[in-house]
């Protein structure tokens, strides 16, 4: 059984689209995240949801926009791709927010191409 | 806010050798340590952690860590690495003065000659 997964793996899209990657996860975890990995491997936080509420919103611009629909579900909407958002996007899902042992469960990653 | 530093870029071991990937840390209060894997083209994969008790942590695939409070250092090692554990190894510290946030280093390639 997959604990996070998240769709599509693979994307390869013009600049000025918009697309969105999906995520759900099994483990029944209350929080649920978004990373981004960029071409050097720097894995950097997006947002976090606990509980279907934003609690972590990192720099990001506003194309960017978290949507979850229900605690187990995490999807990433872009508008608007331009070239520097190519990068590798993944979501992650942990017990809770606060419970600083909890350990942060990683999807398999969506490998976005914008060209 | 919290950090970790992986010094090295890439770690070069022969299969049967020990395997030591390095990691230091830098947080206000108690850290909460984590090592996990990325194989090419695949998500983390959780390894290890260290919350608190003894200082040696046994981990996945025949890993472990152990936690040095006063170098504030946990590195991940290996007694016999094999061609199968060559992958990229990211080290990663949460505090409670630190947000919450998970703090990822810069990751370090491990490439296990056979």
């Known amino acids: 059984d997959t604990a996070v997964s998240q769709t599509p793996k693979y994307l390869v899209t013009q600049m000025g689209n918009d697309k969105s990657i999906k995520c759900e996860q099994n483990l029944g975890h209350d929080t649920m995240y978004w990373y981004k990995q960029d071409s050097k491997k720097f894995l950097k936080i997006m947002f976090s949801?606990?509980?279907?509420?934003?609690?972590i919103n990192e720099t990001v611009p506003n194309r960017f926009s978290p949507k979850s629909p229900d605690k187990a579900h995490l999807n990433l909407h872009i508008n608007s791709l331009e070239l520097g958002d190519s990068a590798v996007y993944f979501c992650a899902s942990s017990e809770t927010q606060t419970g600083l042992g909890n350990t942060i469960y990683f999807g398999e990653g969506s490998w976005l191409t914008v060209v | 806010a919290q950090s970790v530093a992986q010094p090295e870029d890439q770690v070069n071991v022969a299969e049967g050798n020990p395997l030591t990937v390095k990691c230091t840390y830098s947080v206000s209060g108690n850290p909460y340590l984590f090592w996990y894997v990325q194989y090419p083209n695949r998500g983390l994969q959780f390894l290890l952690k260290?919350?608190?008790?003894?200082?040696l942590v046994k981990g996945s695939y025949g890993f472990e860590a152990e936690f040095n409070k006063s170098q504030t250092s946990f590195h991940l090692k290996k007694p016999s690495a094999l061609v199968s554990d060559s992958a990229l190894y990211f080290c990663a510290v949460r505090a409670f003065y630190g947000n919450n946030r998970l703090a990822f280093g810069k990751g370090n390639q491990v490439v296990v000659i056979p």
């Open positions: 260290y919350i608190t008790g003894d200082n």
């Open positions: 949801y606990n509980n279907k509420e934003l609690i």
